[in-house]
């Protein structure tokens, strides 16, 4: 008996074949770690946490230690101190030594305005008086929070105001009308490489933290046409941090012309913690510290997950008809339309209307979503090289 011929079409045996790859593909696709809240130390910005560990509950990972480079006025204070305050409301710091050693001697911030409660009193809880003198003192004094077998988070700023003990005998000699010697700035160096060499694993065994604010310098050469901004310290800063950031300001924001705050740019150049390279923008107010509320609007807005619609504005009786070219102001005004919470306005409005609702975490909830909806769209979701 002869077998029947079955005929298919072209297309259909075609998109039959793409469908069952498709299915393979999704099947074999892997989720990446998801990093617990537990293992990191909020930063007080939502984004920040985000390019630095895909959580939105935290940012800097216990057990290590980071480098935050900036410009000058670019809110590189105030992101460090309001790490340390978001701790101070966490009951899993509450055994944890909270330490800001200000080595300019330069912080003049209202602590307890910026960051305080009535639960809680921030500048109670952060130890203030730890100021080291010297390179030499900094190596000491992290040492005896090491010797102490207790956790600890230390904020050092910043790495480029302490001097080594090379530095300050040749200060006095010169003093002294002697000629002085030395390694000419190479001291430092070598002392934060075998610190950060000495420290790493005990810094980790303790999941305590360490964090190195670092000023940008002009870089000046050749080298300055590919990376014009450089850190003074060496290379052991960049080679031991789990995290490098840096800091500049895009844009000072004004009110009544007077210049009240700034908007950062925060570049994530290295991160071991993810591998993922991301930049945000944040807006710092010396008054109020990281406006998180108005940087998320701002995210979902960029990102179009919340949309803008334009209201006309209405002609009233008797108004005279304005001829010639339009401003870009006429017309009406851009209304959000934030969805999830059932408010329409303009951004300052929605902003005030988050704040007063106490809306604050929910907001951060749903950027966290917006920003891995748009991770994920940029997976490779390719097979595993190394599936069996």
Not at 36 to 46: F, K, Q, R, V
Not at 80 to 96: G, P, S, V
Not at 223 to 250: C, D, I, M, Q
Not at 381 to 386: E, I, L, Q, S
Request: hydrophobic letters at 35%; charged letters at 35%.
């Amino acid at each position: 008996m002869a077998r029947q011929k079955i005929s298919i079409d072209t297309e259909d045996y075609v998109n039959d074949i793409i469908d069952t790859t498709k299915k393979k593909v999704i099947e074999s696709k892997r989720e990446h770690r998801i990093i617990s809240a537990d293992e990191l130390i909020p930063t007080g910005s939502t984004l920040l946490n985000l390019s630095l560990s895909d959580n939105y509950l935290g940012g800097y990972s216990l057990g290590k230690f980071s480098n935050l480079i900036g410009d000058q006025h670019a809110g590189k204070s105030l992101i460090a101190l309001n790490m340390l305050a978001e701790c101070c409301y966490l009951k899993r710091f509450n055994d944890y030594d909270l330490i800001y050693d200000d080595v300019e001697v330069a912080n003049e911030f209202d602590i307890d305005y910026l960051f305080s409660s009535k639960k809680v009193k921030v500048s109670e809880r952060i130890i203030f008086n730890i100021i080291s003198d010297s390179a030499e003192d900094f190596y000491g004094n992290i040492y005896k929070k090491i010797k102490k077998g207790k956790p600890f988070i230390y904020v050092l700023d910043t790495f480029d105001a302490i001097a080594s003990e090379e530095d300050r005998e040749r200060a006095s000699d010169l003093a002294d009308g002697k000629k002085a010697g030395g390694t000419y700035g190479t001291s430092k160096p070598k002392l934060a490489s075998e610190m950060f060499r000495t420290i790493k694993s005990d810094i980790k065994n303790l999941d305590a933290f360490l964090l190195v604010i670092s000023q940008t310098r002009d870089n000046i050469g050749f080298g300055a046409k590919f990376k014009p901004k450089t850190r003074s310290g060496g290379k052991a800063l960049g080679f031991y941090s789990a995290h490098e950031n840096w800091l500049s300001v895009v844009q000072q924001v004004k009110e009544k012309d007077v210049a009240i705050g700034a908007i950062t740019e925060c570049k994530c150049t290295k991160n071991k913690l993810t591998g993922k390279k991301r930049h945000i923008r944040i807006p710092i107010f010396s008054d109020y510290g990281i406006d998180d509320i108005s940087a998320n609007v701002d995210f979902l807005v960029e990102e179009g997950h919340w949309k803008k619609k334009e209201v006309k504005k209405k002609k009233t009786d008797g108004e005279p008809v304005k001829r010639g070219r339009k401003k870009k102001s006429e017309g009406g005004s851009n209304i959000i339309v934030a969805e999830e919470f059932g408010f329409e306005g303009v951004r300052r409005k929605i902003i005030y209307d988050i704040e007063n609702d106490q809306l604050d975490k929910e907001l951060s909830m749903l950027v966290g979503e917006v920003w891995k909806s748009k991770e994920d769209s940029l997976r490779l979701n390719r097979r595993p090289r190394y599936e069996i």
